[in-house]
């Protein structure tokens, strides 16, 4: 195990041991966010065979057997216990499960003290079959998506997700392949080299839903690295835990052959309301804007006399930006940032020209 001080965190490193006795160790406070793909405890009863009797290679390693629901019960909270501490103040978790163990990790999850923000149903395009015929084919997982606390300030890169998705709103069920073809890592024998491999697609929507460029991402069940590729591709930080030294080997040289996409291709869409808050007045303040000068409706219709304190008059409306367009629309509300314009050598340009001028300033 790798010892660390209240200064140093082991960053982009895959670390050896038990998950709880490793971020025991590390500094409290200090990891933006955990995903976590933990033990499902399947509870197989006996081997599963295919219509022509071959048998499907299925998850019973050592590491998901749990001799009981307490026992598994006890081992989600001392897990949760431990991530819960390492994380920020405003930081988050992602825990996937399927339903032999997803509604007890929830459980543990908010006896822990986490916020939960959301369920997400990863719904697979081309799952396993049911081969026995006895229950609907089993096409999805489950992922809950937590903050620290119910206070914490997460992160949420809602318009990165909106583009990601044309235009559209994100929506909490996501269709992705699962893990095959090229993908899919073997081991030296030419086997897969772990049961539950992550498919990238799914780890690259979740760390740009809710990460930056440069947060540590912490995978306390770390398998053969998907976290860690798909966090070092887009710029970020990761710190994996992985008691299983087959797979550590498997996922160091995953990460080794995985290249950082360039700095501007990892910058993503914003919300307006992140950027910086510029008043109407700050134009005329600076100039951009000259009390006396006319505004004009971006509809051609109305057109308002901008005064020396920031507001706008025209006949008998009176006030802001927005409250004067409301008022002559009519309406309730109106932004008068994308509804007014100014001239510039007999041209009308939007306002909000100058207001994008003034926060490139502020940013530069």
């Not at 360039?262 to 510029?278: G, M, Q």
């Given at each position: 195990m790798i010892k660390t001080t209240e200064k140093t965190l082991p960053l982009d490193t895959i670390l050896s041991g038990d998950c709880i006795d490793v971020m025991n160790s590390l500094p409290a406070n200090s990891v933006d966010l955990v995903f976590a793909d933990p033990p499902y405890n399947l509870q197989l009863r006996g081997d599963l065979h295919r219509p022509d009797n071959s048998k499907v290679d299925a998850v019973d390693n050592d590491w998901d057997q749990f001799s009981s629901f307490a026992v598994y019960d006890r081992f989600s909270r001392e897990w949760l216990k431990a991530a819960r501490r390492i994380l920020k103040p405003n930081g988050a978790i992602w825990v996937i499960g399927s339903y032999h163990n997803i509604f007890r990790v929830g459980v543990a999850l908010q006896d822990a003290g986490y916020w939960i923000l959301n369920d997400v149903i990863w719904r697979k395009s081309n799952p396993m079959p049911n081969f026995r015929g006895k229950r609907f084919t089993n096409a999805h997982e489950t992922m809950i998506w937590a903050g620290k606390s119910d206070a914490s300030k997460y992160t949420f890169n809602y318009e990165a997700l909106k583009e990601l998705n044309e235009g559209i709103q994100m929506r909490s069920d996501w269709v992705l392949p699962i893990c095959n073809g090229g993908e899919r890592l073997k081991n030296e024998k030419g086997e897969k080299a772990h049961p539950t491999q992550k498919p990238e697609s799914l780890l690259h929507r979740v760390l740009l839903a809710s990460t930056n460029p440069e947060d540590v991402i912490l995978d306390p069940f770390f398998g053969t690295g998907t976290t860690g590729a798909v966090a070092k591709k887009l710029g970020r930080h990761f710190i994996g835990i992985e008691r299983e030294e087959a797979y550590r080997k498997v996922a160091q040289k995953?990460?080794?052959?995985?290249?950082?996409?360039?700095?501007?291709?990892?910058?993503?869409?914003?919300?307006?309301?992140?950027?910086?808050?510029?008043?109407?007045?700050?134009?005329?303040?600076?100039?951009?804007?000259?009390?006396?000068?006319?505004?004009?409706?971006?509809?051609?219709?109305?057109?308002?006399?901008?005064?020396?304190?920031?507001?706008?008059?025209t006949g008998e409306s009176r006030g802001s930006i927005h409250q004067v367009g409301a008022a002559l629309e009519g309406a309730p509300s109106c932004n008068g940032w994308t509804y007014w314009s100014f001239k510039r050598d007999g041209k009308k340009m939007p306002i909000d020209m100058l207001r994008q001028q003034v926060r490139a300033e502020m940013k530069a």
């Open positions: 995953r990460i080794d052959n995985t290249r950082k996409y360039d700095a501007d291709s990892l910058r993503v869409t914003t919300a307006k309301r992140a950027e910086p808050r510029v008043p109407f007045g700050n134009l005329i303040e600076r100039g951009m804007l000259n009390p006396g000068e006319n505004l004009y409706s971006l509809n051609g219709r109305w057109k308002a006399k901008v005064r020396a304190d920031g507001t706008l008059i």
